[in-house]
């Protein structure tokens, strides 16, 4: 069960010792190989060798840069404690919320009783002990009332006065009210005891019902593969299963589930993993077994992606494996690059390890058992070795919302390379094949955003700068709907493009593109680093009618 935490930004406190500090707390933290020192939440704590580390997550940055921490690393100067909601506040995680103090103004505003020091004394005595611990100090305040009552105000009142009802009407309404009051108090307290041993009890049944389901979920990862589909989707059947033990909601459209974000999946596993020639740092969770996370290392087979836990394991398996690239057909090559295409139904081996290799570098996504609907594609680099796996993307079968790619990924030695817009390029060139545009599922990644984006603009400007004018020597006109069929960008992309780009601009009662000069050049240069592309000539494929099931 997620905790949720709230924190009082203004309300902070100098925390004496690391051992006060517990899961939640915010703190200034060192950041590895740097001199900053940026706020951070501590999601888990651990100890080694008997010094407490903490795992700390960056506020404000991705969480791929999060790590553990020494108790040097730590600025206890000023630490936010958790505030938790409900009435859990303050019992599991030794911090306490400030109680409520109720103020005195609002009971003096009431008339003063003319009752001596005893009758005060013997009011307060009366009510019930336990009200003191409900409302955050109530009792403290009705006892300061009565002194006020029994004060210096009461020599101002003569004889008369005590025998003239007002001053007795009023003291019998403040002793009706006080009892009023204690009795509020402790139906509250009622009620907040039983609140608690409801919640309680739910937590019972759902920690009973998640270990269940875990059984279940181990049984069935033996004999059904996973799927990596975006936030927001599912990948699945009935039998879905989702990381924190429920069962998920049958597959609408796309990957369209929320995300789970507990404390298990919000640290990383995998301390690193060795690729074919390289060895690579994870970012995020993936659900590897347990015991291979234990190893310093999972080292992977890069033609089948099997994992193994040690050298000598792998080194066994190469002496076996017989594949050079990816199960498949292949649908495209120019030089050294090709593309793979893979039936999730037919290589579901495969395709769970792929969905358990990407997890380690996509956050927003989330692993399912139902590789069946979707089809994936694999961008390879090829040598003398073989096909060594450079990115992929996936994309259903059937999308009701007219995805062409559900989860696209260029593996971390091949970032920042051109790697990535070509995967988008080949995405958009299926589309075309198909005859429809298309738009990739969200949520996206940062790295992703910021990739599409710059692919949609370039895009974009390159067939607007191309467009020549009529024989009249007029202007160009071009339709947003021209443009979509050019490129096969949905119109929401497009429309979205030209606004980032601010090109759009009302004039005479319609819209037109104005393009400047710096827009121009910059765009040339952003071409010319674009040394790779696709050349829909070497593309061999024919799109299938995916709603006929025989063919699935």
Known sequence: MKTKYEFDDDVASICESTAALTEGCRLSVRMHKTDDWPLAEIVSIKELDGRRQFYVHYVDFNKRLDEWVNEDDLDTRKVQFPRRDGPQTGTSTGVTTPKRHHSLAGSVSRPTSPQSQSQSQSQSQSLPQHTSGVGGGSNSSSSAVGSIGSGSNNNNRSDADLVNGNGLAAALQKRINR??????????????????????????????????????????????????????????????VSQDGKIATPRQSGSMVTHQDDVVTRMKNVEMIELGRHRIKPWYFSPYPQELCQESCIYICEFCLKYCKSRKCLERHLSKCNLRHPPGNEIYRKHTISFFEIDGRKNKVYAQNLCLLAKLFLDHKTLYYDTDPFLFYIMTEFDSRGFHIVGYFSKEKESTEDYNVACILTMPP???????????????????????????????????????????????????????????????????????????????????????????????????????????????????????????????????????????
């Open 179 to 240: 009892r009023r009051k204690a009795a509020h108090h402790l139906q509250t307290l009622q009620q907040s005891q039983q609140s608690q041993q409801q919640q309680q009890l739910q937590q019972q049944q759902q920690q009973l019902l998640s270990q269940q389901l875990q059984q279940q979920q181990q049984q069935q990862q033996a004999q059904t593969p996973l799927h990596v589909t975006g936030d927001g989707g599912g990948g699945g059947g009935n039998e879905d």
């Open 414 to 552: 091949y970032q920042r390379k051109g790697y990535g817009k070509l995967l988008i390029e080949f995405s958009y060139e299926l589309s075309k094949f198909e005859g429809k545009t298309g738009s990739p599922e969200k949520p996206l990644s940062d790295l992703g955003l910021l990739s599409y984006r710059s692919y949609w603009a370039q895009t974009i400007l390159e067939i607007l700068i191309s467009q020549n004018p009529s024989t009249d020597g007029e202007k160009p006109t071009i339709t947003i709907n021209d443009i979509c069929e050019c490129t096969s960008i949905k119109k929401e992309d497009v429309i979205s493009t030209l606004q980032n780009l601010n090109l759009i601009n009302y004039y005479k009662g319609q819209y037109i593109v104005c393009i400047n000069r710096d827009t121009i050049e910059q765009h040339h240069r952003a071409m010319q680093k674009r040394k790779i592309r696709i050349d829909s000539k070497c593309l061999h494929w024919t799109p299938k009618d995916w709603s006929k099931r025989s063919k699935w």
